[in-house]
């Protein structure tokens, strides 16, 4: 695939041709269990993502202008009883790392086969689980050991930014927030920025992994990496078009986003749904129209690519077989009946 005919690549019409493809798939007609099947799938795929936030709140107590000895004081208190309880601290600290490391991996893993099992739903129009759970194993292995490999890097990568934010934030309590150094605030700046370009950059790989190279290796039955070297060999030559995508969904993620809120706003109204929609599989059923629409657009837009990127199966035109039709030859006079 060293060189491409230029193709009319489009961001808009695939979001109609989504909006057909997701009422077909569930309204005509509407099953109830097909929509828990694939609710579930959806419930996978997007495991673990946009968990709600809990808010902290630091309240360092009502100072006045004159306290800065007293922030200092509970600053040197709070060091000493860390350290004071440090084996206890390290000990619990051990035990909710390990934990959080377990369930952050099995939640990697659910959703790499999510992923698959979903989008087998909406490609071939079927709500199904242990067939596509099976079937793209090998696939969703794949994807999940490269889920590790940027977690890791993610990880690393924001240690680096944020171990010396929190150095010079550190640094400022000490002052009580009274000594601004210039030296420190400009470091402070460029670490900010470089973390926010990396997070943005990490999003992009993420969601042209989930976009594009997914459906990939869903119809080339390829490794993570053998998809990635497909649609990169496919997006340098496109290049606009999908600089295009990513600002269209950027867009799209924001309307979706604001739909999605105003049904949960809508459903808490009224106590018992609200409750209801407490259970994160509840919700992810009543939001599917949205999800379906959601996978179906970026599988659309790929498909423009050419038919070896469409995972929408294309209906075959039914042909008579030969033997049904009659043979056409020279017609031979019946003899006439000579019994009469």
């Known amino acids: 695939m060293d060189t491409l005919p230029p193709r009319q690549i489009s961001v808009l019409e695939p979001v109609g041709a989504a909006i057909e493809k997701t009422k077909e798939i569930l309204f005509q007609p509407f099953d109830l269990g097909k929509w828990f099947i694939l609710g579930f799938c959806a419930w996978l795929a997007t495991l673990g993502d946009g968990g709600g936030g809990g808010g902290g709140n630091f309240n360092f107590g009502n100072r006045t202008g004159g306290s800065g000895p007293n922030f200092q004081h509970e600053l040197h208190n709070l060091k000493e009883g ?18 959080v490391l377990v369930l952050t991996f099995l939640f990697m893993w659910l959703k790499s086969r999510g992923q698959f099992m979903f ?6 129009n079927v709500g199904e689980v242990v067939n596509p759970w099976s079937r793209y194993a090998r696939q969703a292995n794949s994807l999940f050991l490269f889920k590790i490999v940027l977690w890791l890097i993610g990880s690393v990568v924001a240690l680096v930014f944020i171990v010396p934010l929190i150095f010079i934030f550190i640094s400022f309590m000490e002052t009580d927030f009274k000594v601004f150094a210039v030296a420190a605030i400009i470091p402070a ?3 900010v920025i470089g ?4 997070c943005i950059a990490l999003t992009v790989l993420k969601v042209l992994t989930k976009d594009f190279v997914v459906p990939i290796m869903y119809l080339q039955d390829c490794t993570v990496t053998e998809g990635w070297k497909r649609f990169w060999s496919l997006a340098r030559y496109h290049k606009g078009s999908f600089v295009l995508f990513l600002l269209c969904l950027f867009v799209v993620n924001i309307v979706l986003g604001m739909i999605a809120f105003a049904v949960v706003l809508a459903a808490c109204c ?3 749904v609200g409750i209801i929609f407490m259970i994160p599989y509840i919700r992810t059923v009543a939001m599917l129209p949205l999800l379906v629409w959601r996978r179906a657009y970026s599988a659309l ?3 423009q690519f050419g038919p070896e990127f469409d995972v929408f199966p294309k209906a075959t035109p039914v042909v008579v077989p030969s033997a049904s039709i009659p043979p056409v030859g020279p017609i031979t006079p019946t003899p006439p009946d000579q019994n009469f």
């Open 119 to 124: 989008l087998h739903g909406v490609a071939q």
């Open 301 to 303: 837009f790929l498909a």
């Open 195 to 198: 973390f926010i370009c990396f």
């Open 270 to 272: 009224l106590c018992c």
């Open 82 to 99: 860390i350290l004071n309880n440090l084996p206890v601290i390290m000990t619990v600290g051990i035990v909710v790392v390990l934990i």
């Open 189 to 191: 700046i460029f670490l």
